[in-house]
């Protein structure tokens, strides 16, 4: 075969992808997304983006996930005709993303690029249109009514309270042996809902009860997280790094109290931020600056926070700089390879993507990937049931009890939205 044969056929093979972005009057509501189910949704308190239908689909899976999804991604736009004069962050092609927390999950990681994005930022509204056809008109589609979940029930998951706090204990006795610094375990728990689960009504409460979060919905991965990986625009990062944790059941000002004066999660957070700091040692371009730690507040929770920032250095991206990241010692552990070990063998639940990086990218190199904490996953073959996941960083001084109300405050989060 000639040269010239097989480049054809390469380029041929490729989905040819035409995106188009134009002012839109107003900001999308819940009510303007068509169907309860299969959306695409990214809300902060200063923007987001909601978007349906599947223009292109990435599945990935083992060790280099990442790097293959973002090559997936550079290769779709390498062959895209984009038309995109808004050109804002989230504006042009754009694809939202959930990786499963292992290498080994049974959850496969996917990247959707949708066929229509809703979007918005402080400087106004946006509409983006994905399709394989050049010529393809918006037929508006008729809208679901949202609909209310019923009565909800949930349930232990494979890891109940009793055998959360066995697991905690077991943990302890490992770290006092010193087999390891910092261990992340986490438990599950199985929502069923009466009637179906309107993706709509789930992210609407979310945004609500927790505006200074990333509300994230992807492929069924919904929550609304604290917790940043990869923030970038135009080739700066910036990141977010959180552990250390106290339940504001006796208010917000003695959980600040209390997390300020544990030595236990002073050490759990600095675990966790010398982990993501090691990895933006490879991937800054010049100095990381650091903020922290300080204190985060949120309704359920106070965290420790430490906030990074840094030029990426060339040949990175958001999601490449994420998966170098991942797992940090806020969701695995220290050193990583023993606490992924440990949370095999004693937690023992296949994680999904619970944990792991979740977000969205764009065609100029602009992407949010946060952690998918606070979250469920909702069953996609059946629209009445979720499961539930929270965890919390486990130290040689960690009492069993105390870790088990730390999951469930952080449980609170995502239960509250099916109430
Ligand atoms: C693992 C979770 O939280 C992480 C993020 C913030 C604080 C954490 C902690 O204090 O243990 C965890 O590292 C979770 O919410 O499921």
């Known amino acids: 075969m000639d040269p010239y044969q097989v480049c054809f056929l390469l380029v041929s093979d490729l989905t040819r992808l035409f995106a188009f972005t134009r002012q839109a009057a107003s900001r999308p509501s819940p009510g303007d997304i068509p169907h309860p189910r299969k959306n695409l949704m990214w809300v902060t308190a200063t923007g987001g983006m909601v978007g349906w239908g599947e223009a292109a689909v990435g599945t990935f899976e083992g060790p280099d996930r990442f790097t293959a999804a973002q090559r997936w991604f550079d290769d779709i736009i390498a ?5 995109d004069p808004v050109a804002r962050p989230g504006t042009g ?9 292992s290498d080994t999950s049974a959850d496969i990681s996917t990247v959707t690029i949708p066929q229509r994005i ?3 930022d402080s400087d106004g509204a946006w509409e983006t249109v994905i399709s394989t056809d050049q010529n393809s008109n918006i037929t508006a589609e008729p809208i679901e009514p949202i609909g209310d979940f019923g009565h909800v029930d949930w349930s232990a998951g494979h890891l109940d309270e009793d055998g959360f706090t066995s697991a905690v ?13 910092k261990v992340v375990l986490a438990r599950d728990i199985d929502i069923v809902s009466e009637f179906p689960m309107d993706e ?6 979310l945004t609500r009860a927790f505006p200074s979060t990333w509300t994230y919905l992807v492929s069924g ?4 997280t604290p917790e940043m990986l990869a923030s970038v625009r135009d080739g700066h990062l910036t990141t977010r790094v959180l552990a250390g944790s106290w339940p504001t059941t006796q208010g917000q000002e003695a959980a600040e109290y209390a997390l300020r004066s544990s030595a236990k999660d002073i050490a759990e ?3 966790a931020s010398d982990s993501v700091l090691h990895a933006l040692d490879i991937q800054a371009s010049g100095p990381v600056r650091a903020n922290g730690p300080t204190i985060l507040h949120l309704p359920n929770v106070v965290h420790l926070a430490t906030d990074f920032e840094a030029d990426l250095a060339a040949g990175w991206t958001g999601l490449t700089a994420a998966g170098a990241m991942h797992p940090t010692a806020a969701v695995g552990g220290t050193p990583t390879d023993t606490a992924l070990e440990v949370i095999d063998r004693i937690e023992a639940l296949d994680r999904g993507r619970y944990a792991a990086p979740v977000g969205w990218m764009d065609s100029s190199g602009n992407s949010d990937w946060a952690l998918a904490l606070r979250c469920a996953q909702l069953d996609q073959n059946d629209p009445h049931r979720a499961r539930a996941f929270a965890g919390g960083g486990i130290m040689e001084r960690s009492v069993p009890q105390q870790e088990l109300a730390e999951t469930e405050a952080k449980f609170s989060a995502i239960l509250k939205a099916f109430e």
């Open 200 to 205: 709509r009504l789930l992210v609407a409460k």
């Open 221 to 224: 991965m919904i929550g609304a």
């Open 169 to 181: 204990a077991e943990t302890v006795e490992l770290l006092a042996r010193g087999e390891a610094k």
């Open 93 to 101: 092609l754009t694809a939202f993303g959930t990786f499963s927390f």
């Open 269 to 271: 957070h600095r675990y």
């Open 79 to 83: 062959a895209a005709i984009i038309d």
């Open 118 to 120: 809703l979007g918005w």
